[in-house]
């Protein structure tokens, strides 16, 4: 399968979308799109830099270089209305600028044959998911642009217009 250059505009277009609603809700990040519930926009951005973290760890191999975000941002984890020891949103917001550069220039980097590499250690039921680095380069653009529908939520519910109409 020849998807590189895809791949490259997915992650590429899902981070210019992502990083403006990110960057707007720097004064209203604790609004959940829900009174009182839902994932506020400091969570999705540890969440966003936690999951960076994680796909570097199965696709690298190693330690998760945002392990120490797991308690607060990690599966299973939820958001905490007032945000009680998190990181700054602002060290999240450049933590993640430089984690999707990274990923970026990775992704640059591969062959469309490096991307078929298989990731070791997947359950049987996730591998259409995260089975090989393609699928993760996929999977991290719909990540974002999952997270992406909660951001406009945010900024809805703290009566803020779209950005994109």
């Known amino acids: ?40 926009a400091h969570w999705i951005l540890g969440h966003l830099v936690f999951s960076e973290g994680r796909y570097i760890e199965m696709m690298k191999g190693g330690d998760n270089p945002s392990q120490t975000l797991q308690e607060k941002f990690g599966g299973g984890s939820q958001p905490d209305p007032s945000a009680v020891d998190y990181p700054s949103y602002e060290e999240l917001l450049s933590q993640l600028h430089s984690l999707h550069a990274q990923f970026m220039t990775w992704l640059e980097g591969v062959s469309e044959e490096e991307l078929d590499q298989p990731i070791a250690g997947i ?12 699928h993760m380069f996929l999977m991290r653009a719909m990540h974002w642009m999952n997270h992406r529908g909660q951001l406009a939520d945010c900024r809805r519910a703290a009566g803020r217009p779209p950005l994109m109409v």
Request: aromatic share 10%; no cysteine.
């Open 1 to 40: 399968m020849q998807s590189k250059s895809v791949l490259i505009l997915a992650n590429r277009q899902s981070a210019g979308l992502v990083f403006p609603l990110l960057e707007d809700l720097q004064t209203a990040a604790l609004v959940s799109p829900v009174a009182g519930t839902g994932n506020h």
């Open 123 to 134: 359950p049987p039921q996730f591998e259409l998911y995260f089975g090989t680095w393609r």
